[in-house]
């Protein structure tokens, strides 16, 4: 986005901000990114872009912190595109060029590959590593060494009590952490942001949002729609409820 005007960069800015986001999401973003120190001078950073809310946001915030900042950091979309999915990506692809960015994809038969293990009892996770793995096969290619991905809020206590319920530990989401493995930072800027603002939001800007066909999503055995279902509840009777059990956790960090 370094090759667009700063009229074009201003026009960006005022579609992206909007108004009455300051403090559901801005503010939010910027203590997440602030007090784990996520983006460096010269950082090189891929963004996972699945075309739902979530990633399209993050897109925004991160495109945000580059405009209105002086640093320099490179943002570098993706898209894991399945080969069985005939989704028409040409407005997620022109919405990042609208951004100055342009969308990187890679066709993957991955729906195959968690179809086809009928032995994977939790074929969300097994599709969350095969994408990851895929990521993190393109970051080794090109040398780029930070991941920013979108989870928020409601995505870390959700996994949190998953783990809690239904694996016995208490492994938690952490907004940024070091992958030994990998030899990559990888970064979560909506860490602190709940996703009823993020669904406001990304509705009040008409974003190009992907429809989500994965079939295991709204499933009745979906563990993680048990666990959301449960939160909700919870809310009705303490609205804070999401804020408490993250605070609760915010040590393990």
Known sequence: MDSIDIKKKREVL?????????????????????????????????VGVSGGK??????????????????????IPIH?????????????I?????????????????NALVEGDSKEKNPCFLCGRLRRGILYSFMKEKNIKK?????????IIETFLMNIFYQGNRNVMKPS????????TVIRPMSFVEEKDL????????????????????????KRLKIKNMIKNLSLENEDVRSVILNSIKDLF
């Open 14 to 46: 005022k579609f992206i901000e909007d108004k009455g986001y300051g403090k559901l999401l801005w503010s939010k973003i910027g203590k997440a990114m602030h007090r784990f120190n996520m983006i460096e001078e010269k950082d090189r950073i891929l």
């Open 54 to 75: 979530d990633s399209l946001v993050l897109l925004n915030s991160l495109v945000r912190i580059k405009i209105i900042s002086n640093m320099n950091f490179e943002i």
């Open 80 to 92: 894991i595109h399945m080969e069985e999915d005939i989704s028409d990506l040409n407005d997620v």
């Open 94 to 110: 022109e919405y990042c060029e609208f951004l100055g960015l342009k969308l990187e994809i890679i066709k993957t038969k991955l």
């Open 147 to 155: 991941l920013a991905l979108g989870h928020h809020k409601d995505d």
């Open 177 to 184: 952490y070091i992958s030994k493995i990998h030899n990559v």
């Open 199 to 222: 669904i406001d939001y990304s509705k009040r800007l008409k974003l190009p949002i992907l429809k989500n066909k994965c079939p295991y999503e709204d499933s009745k055995n979906s």
